[in-house]
């Protein structure tokens, strides 16, 4: 029986790694769009957060991108990469890319936790931060809600490695996209912001495991000793 716990516990462990592993250590990863989420729209245009399968495992993601369009069962590989290296990221030519993606990741936060009467004034204020054009889909009300929160988003003072958990997926344009049984379009899929878990955090639960199959292996070695010398 202990040496099924160990095995056990240690299989936790494995499978926490491998859970995360997909989003937080991969270069590149394989997209599959399933769902529009839960916000309903703004301006008759469906608001995040979406669902993506991101190498099979279903994420809550964040769009950036209102020039391009992602359809539901549409797979793409993408290329992804950190705030501190945004290379090859869509927006990176914009002379201010830095500054606008520390933006984006702290309005990308805010609307993994918003309901759905912000939600649809947090994903264009992302939208628009990037493509000034996407205010022009909304009413004179709605660009002025819109604005409040890309106002709050530049007022903030970001530390150093405070978007250390957020991850860019780029489309890798060089790759076929394909489709299951629904539409796509001739365009690259959008780009997406994704914040995995924290850092600490993370490390903090793979001890954790990993503590506790130590223990039980210990137990279950002593408990072997004990009845050896019975």
């Known amino acids: 029986m202990k040496k099924i716990?160990?095995?056990?516990?240690?299989?936790?462990?494995?499978?926490?790694v491998l859970f995360?592993?997909?989003t937080a250590l991969a270069d590149t990863a394989s997209m599959l769009l399933t769902g529009a989420g839960n916000n309903g729209s703004l301006g008759g245009v469906d608001v995040g957060p979406y669902n993506i399968e991101i190498n099979g495992v279903s994420t809550s993601v964040v769009c950036d991108d209102y020039d391009d369009e992602s359809y539901i069962n549409e797979t793409w590989t993408a290329n992804v990469t950190t705030l501190d290296s945004l290379g090859g990221t869509k927006w990176v030519d914009l002379g201010n890319s830095a500054n606008l993606y520390q933006e984006a990741a702290w309005l990308s936060l805010q609307l993994l936790s918003a309901g759905p009467g912000q939600a649809g004034d947090i994903q264009f204020a992302i939208w628009t931060l990037f493509d000034p054009n996407a205010l022009?889909?909304?009413s004179a009300g709605d660009q002025a809600n819109v604005w409040w929160w890309?106002?709050?988003?530049q007022g903030q003072t970001f530390w150093s490695g405070e978007f250390a958990n957020i991850l860019?997926?780029?489309p890798n344009t060089t790759d076929p996209i394909r489709c299951d049984g629904g539409y796509c379009a001739n365009?690259?899929?959008?780009?997406?912001?994704?914040?995995?878990?924290?850092?600490?955090?993370f490390a903090l639960?793979?001890?954790?495991?990993l503590a506790v199959a130590i223990a039980i292996r210990r137990k279950s070695f002593v408990n072997g000793l004990n009845q050896k010398a019975a």
């Open 205 to 209: 639960m793979l001890t954790g495991l």
């Open 20 to 22: 995360f592993a997909p």
């Open 187 to 201: 365009t690259p899929p959008q780009e997406f912001i994704v914040a995995t878990p924290e850092p600490g955090g």
């Open 168 to 170: 860019i997926y780029t």
């Open 5 to 16: 716990l160990v095995r056990v516990s240690l299989s936790v462990l494995v499978g926490a």
């Open 136 to 138: 022009n889909q909304l």
């Open 150 to 153: 890309i106002n709050d988003a």
